[in-house]
């Protein structure tokens, strides 16, 4: 952890080291109350949801139903998710004032409880948490462990044991003992550590103990690293690591890096070649958009699906430090590649969770205004939506009928706000930012607020108006994408030779004419109200040349499909 690099005139303050180093680490501790302050306030986030403010973020470890980080701050804060989206702030830190262990006050004489940088990791049946102790203005500093078999405040065997020291410096040390990082291959386990003062190094742990083995370390990253995360893929370890500065928000200056080898110890090398020990390093993270400053890397794996967690400095909310987490790949080199977009670009029909029912375009007319509602899926184009990437896991979502956007009526980012089609442009109440749930479905919240679509009241309604509503996790609020098929396809299902006659119809009725198709495949008659809904079905096992249809409409205006094979054939329909 980084502190900001700041410049004063020699008139403010001498440029001694220890001077900086003060100003910097009161500049951090202002951060750090501010994540209080503000994570009892109502401002809306702006990535995933609930309590984000998070600095030096741990990577992702899972105990039962939750997933645990924790983060830099007073007794070392942590914060669960139950679905990888909305995250609630833990109930205590893992040390008060009164149970901190007792090593620090002889290695860091000065520390005043703000721990940094905290690692987790499962093993020996429990888990293992490492945490940084340091001394402002110098690099006196430490890195503690303390173990507990559970991660959960609520469960009765939650207690943290306090394992003492695993490292530390002092005045006269060449290496600054923070940002801890733990990598475990079968009986080996690697501690890497370090800072921009002496760089990044790493020892054995004994894998019984989690303490240090041994006396001997090796230096893997130089040119002012700092928080080093390491990780086996294929057939090399990669080393990612941070540079530039920290803490100083929308000014922070912060880039995550990665080189890679054939050794768990080095040399980490860049995809040119270049030894992170001699300021390589390729970058996979840096300043987009609002997303500032991004470092401490972690990675978490579940289901095939690799999350790669941080902190960034969030420039459209004053540089609140939050947890951010992304999508991380392998290229076909093994080089990795880290995205906030979940959704490959394509057209899809968007399915809720656990039903049949999907987005669709009310009236399948693509005409402005018209409502974006749940209907029951049919296969028309006006169900197939074009995903558009906006940057920065964000993305503009058209109709394949007609071409306008899914938008939020009068852009507010009210709850209850009603989805309907609009032009289609990057204003952000027509932008919709999609994270990833661990059980694989969708969130989508608007660009312009953060509140997520539902469908109201979780209605199974066919032809209810898609709405903004706060998160709450329900299955109304999740989605799937399945691969919508492009119009040349939609078209070549189109049947030919088909008509439905008299239009306006009276009565209620009309006739299915099949007079010059040649299949006596069985047909299938639906007529569905302009929300989508079914009103009428009918399977016509041995279709004739006309076949009477009495529907008993009452008058309006109705969407006729009619499906033999794999053909289809749509027809408004006016009652009078």
Known sequence: MTQPFLNHSAAELPLTRESTQAIKSALLRWYLLLLVLLSWASAPAFALQGNLGAHDPSTIVKDGNKYWVFTTGQG????????????????????????????????????????????????????YLYYSCSSFGSNVSGIGLATNVTLDPANPNYNWVDE??????????????????????????????????????????????????GNTSTTVANGNPEAPFLTKHGNFYYMFINRGACCNGINSTYYILVGRSTSPTGPFLDQTGRDLNNNGGTVVLNVSGRYVGPGHAGIFEENGVSYFSHHYYDGDDNGFPKLGLAKLTWDAADWPQVTRDWVTPGRYEITRQGSNLVWQAQGCTGAQGDAVTQSTRTGQACQQWDFTPAGDGEYRITNAVGGLAAGVAGCSAANGAVLQLEAANNSPCRLFRIDRANDGSLVFASANGNRVVEVPFASNVSGTQLALFDYNGCSCQRWTLSLGAPLTTLASRNMANVSIYPIPATLGNFTLDLTGRKSNEAVTV??????????????????????????????????????????LFTQKLTVL
């Open 76 to 127: 070392i804060p942590s914060k669960y998710s139950t679905d990888l989206v909305n995250w609630t702030a833990g109930p205590r830190p893992v040390f008060t004032a009164a149970t901190r262990p007792s090593w620090i006050t002889t290695k860091v004489p000065t520390f005043v409880n703000d721990y940094w940088a905290p690692e987790c990791i499962f093993m020996n049946g429990k888990f």
């Open 526 to 567: 639906e007529v569905l109200d302009m929300q989508g809904r079914v009103l009428y079905r009918r399977v016509v096992a041995n279709p004739q040349a006309k076949t009477a249809v009495e529907a008993g409409l009452l008058p309006g205006l109705f969407l006729v499909q009619v499906r033999q094979g794999t053909g």
């Open 164 to 213: 003492g020291e695993v490292i530390s410096s002092n005045a006269g040390s060449t290496f600054n003992a923070i940002d801890p990082a733990v990598f475990k291959e079968g009986n080996n386990v690697w501690f890497t550590y370090g800072s921009f003062f002496g760089g990044l190094s790493m020892f054995p742990l004994d894998p019984a103990t989690g303490k240090r083995q």
